[in-house]
T-cell receptor
Framework: LAKTTQPISMDSYEGQEVNITCSHN???????ITWYQQFPSQGPRFIIQGYKTKVTNEVASLFIPADRKSSTLSLPRVSLSDTAVYYC?????????????FGTGTRLKVLA | KAGVTQTPRYLIKTRGQQVTLSCSPISGHRSVSWYQQTPGQGLQFLFE???????NKGNFPGRFSGRQFSNSRSEMNVSTLELGDSALYLC????????????FGEGSRLTVL
């Protein structure tokens, strides 16, 4: 089973770019990499998903190197409302063997 | 499109009791998974149901059980509650295809006294 490791916490200032890295050394061939954001007392919310190289959407970018043993979530120009916990999830949802194992999460605090 | 709905949102039980939590997935979603979230253990996967069948199971004791109905709605039950079962219980639905996005509800916060 893929195990993910993330920094426990990070601080940033408004307007800066934030990069959160997730290590997943034993990622399997069929595994996707997905990032979720969670605010207090709410369920996690999907941010972005990728398999290899780079994926970009309206809120974030996901960088995955060729060996896929790590990934980096990039949040451009963060604001106070981006203060949340960010989870990296590695696996292939609905594959029948996927265990939906979330990492411990990275608590991002955005300062004014 | 309505999101994932979990009921009840808050509940208090005493040790030894049992509890049933409900989850209504997004219309058309066939997969429902359940998670326990605590400050100490983080987000832990309980089980996943797809088309009324349990497809995956996490490492929780048999006191934790679930089921899914033909309309994809799901329930989870915890019997003989322990203090350590106090947690936020989250459910998520997805269309069911491999690699799909999980859509989470707001959770049911259980307090066991």
């Amino acid at each position: 089973l893929a195990k993910t490791t993330q920094p426990i916490s990070m601080d940033s200032y408004e307007g800066q770019e934030v990069n959160i890295t997730c290590s997943h050394n034993n990622i399997a061939t069929n595994d996707y990499i997905t990032w979720y954001q969670q605010f207090p007392s709410q369920g996690p919310r999907f941010i972005i998903q990728g398999y290899k190289t780079k994926v970009t959407n309206e809120v974030a970018s996901l960088f995955i190197p060729a060996d896929r043993k790590s990934s980096t979530l990039s949040l451009p120009r963060v604001s106070l409302s981006d203060t949340a916990v960010y989870y990296c999830l590695v696996g292939a949802p609905s594959s029948g063997t996927y265990k939906y194992i979330f990492g411990t999460g990275t608590r991002l605090k955005v300062l004014a | 499109k309505a999101g994932v709905t979990q009921t009840p949102r808050y509940l208090i039980k005493t040790r030894g009791q049992q509890v049933t939590l409900s989850c209504s997935p997004i219309s058309g979603h066939r997969s429902v998974s359940w998670y326990q979230q605590t400050p100490g253990q983080g987000l832990q996967f309980l089980f996943e149901y797809f088309s009324e069948t349990q497809r995956n199971k996490g490492n929780f004791p048999g006191r934790f059980s679930g089921r899914q109905f033909s309309n994809s709605r799901s329930e989870m039950n915890v019997s003989t509650l322990e203090l350590g079962d106090s947690a936020l219980y989250l459910c998520a639905s997805s269309p069911g295809q491999v690699g799909g996005e999980l859509f989470f509800g707001e959770g049911s916060r259980l307090t066991v006294l």
